[in-house]
């Protein structure tokens, strides 16, 4: 995948983020950032292990990771595509969609930006939503690893042209 293509479904799928218009936020050149940052706008796809996920992970035995590894075996403790989505936040695509198919992979950023990061987490600016992405939540007070990310996808957000 190239960085056009995952622009290109950044441009598409990315209007379907729940952001509030107040925030200022596009949702489009969002998700671009992130893809920016978890995959160098989709050169490197290749799925990364996420040993949190797998049998024995602090992850492993949660619902609905549990019933994936279960199913799906290792495959199940990776992420995958541009946006290196994991099976488990993925809800409704498997890991070979996610792993073939960067639309079915976009879609899944899109499902489970609105239903958790902006649903449950209640993230509303840019460094929420980016801290959440990261980390599975924001803080005032954010780890160095998370404010390298929230920094980055900002330089991403910043300099992408969609």
Known sequence: MNEDEVLALSKVYG??????????????????AIAGCESNFGQNTTPRYEAAYDVGGKYAENPPQN??????????????????????????FTPDELFTDNEKCALAFVGFFNRYI????????????????????????????????????LHYYQSVEL
Not at 86 to 92: F, W
Request: with cysteine.
């Open 15 to 32: 209007p379907l983020l729940h952001i509030l218009d107040s925030s200022g936020v596009s949702g489009a050149k969002f998700m671009a």
């Open 67 to 92: 019933e994936l590894l279960a199913h799906w075996g290792k495959k199940a403790a990776y992420s995958y595509g541009p946006w290196q989505i994991l099976p488990c936040n993925a809800i409704g």
């Open 118 to 153: 902006v649903g449950i987490r209640h993230a509303l600016t840019f460094d929420e939503m980016a801290q959440t992405y990261n980390s599975g939540r924001f803080t005032e007070q954010p780890a160095p690893g998370v404010q390298r990310y929230v920094a980055d996808a």
